[in-house]
């Protein structure tokens, strides 16, 4: 295997950033595995990436379903051998009421994919990771998971009071701390992304960012160099308040 080959897994990568995820790390030469869990619509961004020049392959992978995340990664293993960029950026936003009459289903529902997804696959790649001379781990976060601003009267988004999909991406970030604490003594750095409020199915396209922008935030903190920060949570402008 080539030495030099560079392999990112971007996890819900048939649409929206993650797509546009791959697609840029893609431009840089870099190999990229499109996490989906449809086999229909993995194998359309991939057509649709390939004829864009790029090193594609659709990776059936539901981040809710172990076994697929096991089969990924033997795929991944058996291909590859190592894995030096995994961008957990699959996520879902259910529709909640107030918090008062929200239930406890539909947060279990959200956390299931955005925190718990999140927590399987960089669990089960790893290994894979370890492996890389330069592992990256980017996991997909929101402003609206932020202590700060969600105290803020004054934030943008402060009318997004969605207890679930919040708090998912607060734990999120968490777990981004938790993993760059375990992985300080290593080459691997793992960093949350806020793509900003961008116009994707998620939101009905009523985000003001394009998912093009989106994306680089993410591509920046998947090809930090190795003097590159650990343990973060930015945007595509700097640092953002946890
Ligand atoms: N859009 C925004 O303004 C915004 C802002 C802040 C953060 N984010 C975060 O950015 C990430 C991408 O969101 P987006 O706006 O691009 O949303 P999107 O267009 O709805 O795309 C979400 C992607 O996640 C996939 N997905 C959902 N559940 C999955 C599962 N169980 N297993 C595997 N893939 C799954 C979807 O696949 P299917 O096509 O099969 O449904 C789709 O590929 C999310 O984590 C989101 O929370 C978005």
């Known amino acids: 295997m080539n030495g030099t080959l560079k392999v990112a897994l971007v996890t819900g990568a048939n649409k929206g950033i993650g797509y546009e995820i791959a697609k840029q790390l893609g431009e840089k030469g870099i190999t990229v595995l499109i996490g989906a869990r449809d086999a229909a619509r993995g194998q359309e961004a991939e057509r649709s990436l ?3 020049g790029i090193e594609a392959r659709f990776v059936r992978l539901d981040v809710t379903d172990q076994p697929s995340i096991d089969e990924a990664y033997h795929y991944i293993a ?11 950026n699959a996520g879902i936003f259910l529709e909640e009421p107030l918090p008062s009459r929200n239930d406890v289903g539909t947060m279990q529902q959200v956390f299931d994919t955005n925190l718990f997804g999140v927590f399987r696959v960089t669990k089960a790649m790893l290994p894979l990771i370890r492996l890389s001379e330069q592992g990256r781990i980017v996991n997909a976060s929101s402003s609206l998971g932020s202590l700060t601003l969600m105290g803020d009267p004054n ?3 402060a009318p997004f009071l969605v207890l679930g999909y919040n708090t998912s991406k607060t734990a999120v970030n968490a777990l981004t701390r938790f993993f760059a604490n375990e992985l300080m003594d290593t080459p691997i750095k793992v960093n949350a992304a806020d793509p900003g409020y961008c116009a994707t199915e998620m939101n009905g396209f009523t985000g003001y960012r394009a998912p093009q922008q989106g994306a680089r935030a993410a591509v920046w903190l998947a090809t930090l160099p190795a003097d590159g920060p650990t343990g973060g949570f930015y945007n595509e402008e700097g640092p953002l308040p946890w």
């Open 50 to 52: 390939k004829d864009q």
């Open 78 to 88: 058996d291909k590859f051998g190592k894995l030096d960029i995994l961008v957990n």
């Open 155 to 157: 934030f943008e988004l």
